[in-house]
Every structure is written in C-alpha cells, then in structure tokens.
C-alpha cells in the first residue's frame, strides 16, 4: 500500500533538498505535488485540502526558509501533520465490569471481512491474556454461523449459535432473533466466566440495505463497551462514506480496516478519522488470524514518508521468532560460524519470513528499503521463483552450492521454469545473504535490523549489489576454483 504516495511524496522532497534556497514558490509548487499524490490515493478532497493548508502554513514560515535543511524540517511537518491527521488512538480493549464480560460489537456491510475479524479480534484479546466468547449475530447468512464456529474451533474459543429455520430465500423464519441471540451469548459468557463478548452482527451489499433498526436494538439492548464498524481498504472513499453512515446510526468507537496488504491506495486510512471523529483501532493484514495489527498513526506516517516502521517489525520479527525453539537457533548459528549454512537453511528462512507476512510490507517497515524494489516487481513472486529454483535442486547441490555449474544450472532452470541466468544471481545472493548473516551472528534482533536498515540505505539491496568483504576484488569465483581452494585447505 502506498507505494505510488511514497515515490511522489519522494520526489517532492528530493527536489527541496536540491534546492540552494527555499522560496514560498518552490514550496507550494512541491506541495501541490503532494495534494495531486494524496487524491490519487483517494483521499477525500476536503480532507487533503486542510491537510495541505496547516502543512503550507508552517512550511512557509520563516523558521524554515532559514534553517541549514529545509527539506528535512518540511519532512518532519509532514510527519507530524500525518500523526495528528491519524490519530491519537487508543487500541486497548475494553475491561470487564463488576456484573460480567466487557463486550464489542462488530458492524459492516457484507464481504468487507467481520467474521474473519472477529476471530482475530479474539485471537488478539488471547494474546493478551483475555477469555473471549464470539457471538454468531448475522443470522442473514447460515454460512456465517459455520464460519465463525470454524474460526472459534480453531482458536480454541467458545462460540455462541443458535439455529434457525429459513425459506428457499435464505430468510430466517424460525429461532430467536439478533437481539435475543446476543443477549443470551452475554449471559453465557457469564456462565463460562468469559470476560470479552464480540458479536458479529448481520450486513448487507450497501448501506441503504443494512438493517440498521436491527443495530440499533442490540446496540440499545446489549450497550457494548465498543462498537467497531469493519470495512474493507480496497473501497477507498466508499469505506470513509460508510463508516460515516453507521456512525450517525451507531456512535462507532472506532473502524477496523480489513485487506491493508492488498493494492489498498491507502485514501480510507488517511480520511476516516477526519470524516467522521472516528479513529482507526487495527489494521487487517491478511487472511491469518494472526494477522491483526495495532494502528499506529506514527509508524503509518513514517512508512507512508517512505522512513519504514521499525517497531512493527520487530514485533513481527519477536512474534515469528518465539516460535523457533533455542535448541534450533543454537544449531543455525552454530552453522553460520562453521559456513555450513545450506540452500535448505536458506529455503527454511525464507518460509520463516512468510509467516511475517507479505515481503512487500516487509520491505516497507524497514527504512529505506520501501522504494528499492523496482515498480512493478512482486517481492513475493520473487521468493516464490527462489523456492522452486532450491526445490529444483537435488539434495547434494543444496548442500553443496559450489557443486552448480553452467550444466546443473540449465537442469535447475528447466525443473523450475526459471532461466539459467536466474539460478546463478540466485547462487550469488546465497552467498552473499550467508556472508550478511555471518557477520550479524550473536547479534540482537534490534541490531540486525538497524545493521540491515543502514546496508540498504547505502543500496546493498538493490539487484546487482555486492557486500564486499575484507580483501574481496569484486571477482566472484567460478565453482571449480572455489572446489579447488576448498581442497588446498583439506590439504592444509
């Protein structure tokens, strides 16, 4: 997401550093520059023209046309401009009271991802050490039911649901109604001494087709300590309408964007707050249920300015980490000091970083790596082509790569459907991703991040890039000489 804002914003900044002197001229040039990008990622105009006004009139200050860098203090008033555009936010769930569970109401229109939210709404209220009961409120949709029960199984979560009957339209003609479900799914988690209720109520196609009375009801009925309204980011200003619609109903505490890892243009996350007073709270990532994230306006700001978001990685990282056991960890550094490291420890990084989430996003929370992917290129498609080339491979080859010559390289190109020339670039960013991590063995997690994120601000990363080591002539060694050093030092 993003990623047509972050190179306009870019250039736009580029050209005021560039500048020998700031005028009031040259900035309002630059920033209409930035109006254009923000409508081109749909923000709502309204909302980009205030934007611009308050940014206009703290960088046409004198402060600023008489600092050393004017361009990085108009960069820090876009950042702070963003943060206040964003936020604040409060993303803390809300606490149970003295006569039973804390509950959450969820409302949306249909396929803009409530159920699947409502899993990892609780997933997240299990993480932190909650005990949530989900609520099966759309009563419009069977499929929802089972879904949701799905979900809860998998979570290990209580789900409740109470069956009805329906005719050959799909209404329900039968069993208790939302109101009734919602409140009996409260009075069961009272039973089970559950302290979060998150119920997932009924939506329509469009908003003039929600059953908004029904809403109301449960809404007055229940008195949710939260109530979110849940929409999808591929919408664009048609989210920041809706929300806007089911606030005036509702008084929504807050709004869940759903799919921000797609080709979102990033204009609902800009306009939300702004429209309608109300703040985002999290952020859905992808279909995992462990792909709900925290809204942080500060780290939106710095990925959006291309600056990357180091704490949202490092709790991704932290996340995928506690799932490797130190018994594992020891035997891969231990592997990376002896340069046993294989293309098959290579393969097992890469599904690692996959757990992450999208290599796109990745690349966007580390700092100055955001734009080095060339437009177009699909970071993930690119691991993919790697993992076929490395499973294309037989065993002995991944666990010797001097073994690959000009032959074997043509066979790992035909098995995979990749070119030869791919498989060698291949075999040289092993060697260089084995030297990298080599030299950050034994390092913290925050200082191989801070090592990475300075490589690629010098351009490590870009395609072509080599990581010269001490003595290293730019001269990569054919297989056959590297065979041949290998056995001197057996010799030796």
Not at 139 to 162: C, D, F, K, S, T
Not at 286 to 313: V, W
């Amino acid at each position: 997401m993003f990623e047509s804002l972050q190179r306009t914003l870019g250039d736009a900044i580029k050209r005021l550093r560039g500048r020998g002197r700031l005028t009031e001229a040259n900035i309002r040039e630059a920033l209409e520059e930035v109006r254009i990008a923000l409508l081109d990622a749909d923000v709502n105009h309204q909302v980009a023209r205030d934007f611009l006004d308050r940014v206009s009139k703290k960088a046409v200050g004198q402060e600023v046309l008489r600092t050393l860098n004017p361009g990085e203090q108009i960069l820090k008033i876009l950042y702070d401009e963003l943060v206040s555009l964003m936020g604040p936010v409060d993303t803390s769930l809300p606490k149970p009271g003295k006569d039973g569970p804390a509950v959450i109401m969820l409302c949306g229109l249909q396929g803009q991802g409530k159920t699947t939210t409502a899993a990892k709404l609780a997933l997240t209220a299990l993480n932190k050490g909650r005990k949530p009961l989900l609520v099966a409120a759309d009563l419009q949709r069977p499929a929802a039911m089972e879904q949701l029960r799905i979900l809860g199984e998998q979570l290990n979560v209580p789900v409740h649901i109470e069956p009805g009957t329906y005719d050959e339209r799909g209404n329900r003609t039968g069993g208790p109604g939302a109101v009734q479900v919602c409140k009996n799914g409260v009075a069961r988690a009272k039973q089970l001494l559950r302290d979060l209720v998150i119920l997932d109520t009924a939506g329509r196609l469009h908003v003039a087709e929600m059953p908004m009375e029904e809403l109301r009801q449960i809404d007055r009925t229940i008195q949710p300590d939260h109530a979110y309204f849940v929409c999808d980011a591929l919408t664009g200003q048609d989210a920041v309408n809706s929300a806007k619609a089911f606030n005036d109903a509702l008084e929504l505490n807050g709004v869940i964007l759903t799919k921000m890892d797609g080709d979102a243009r990033g204009g609902a996350a800009l306009s939300v707050k702004e429209v309608t007073k109300v703040p985002i709270k999290f952020l859905g990532m992808g279909e995992k249920l462990d792909r709900l994230e925290e809204f942080r306006p500060e780290g939106l700001a710095q990925r959006i300015l291309g600056q990357g978001d180091i704490l949202s990685l490092v709790d991704k990282v932290t996340r995928v980490q506690a799932e490797i056991t130190e018994e594992e960890r020891l035997r891969q550094q231990k592997k990376l000091e002896k340069g046993t490291f294989s293309l098959d420890d290579f393969r097992k990084q890469m599904e690692m970083l996959k757990k992450m989430g999208s290599a796109k996003d990745l690349l966007a929370s580390m700092p100055g790596m955001g734009n080095m992917m060339p437009a177009g290129q699909d970071p993930d498609q690119s691991l993919r082509r790697i993992q076929g080339m490395i499973d294309a491979m037989t065993k002995a080859e991944r666990a010797d790569p001097d073994l690959i010559d000009y032959n074997r390289r043509l066979r790992i190109a035909k098995g995979s459907g990749t070119k030869a020339e791919e498989v060698k670039q291949l075999l040289n960013q092993f060697e260089q991703a084995r030297g990298l991590m080599k030299m950050f063995a034994g390092q913290s997690m925050f200082e191989k991040i801070k090592a990475m994120t300075n490589l690629g601000k010098m351009g490590a990363f870009m395609p072509g890039a080599r990581i010269a080591a001490k003595g290293d002539t730019g001269h990569r060694k054919s297989p056959r000489e590297r065979a041949m050093e290998r056995k001197k030092k057996k010799k030796g």
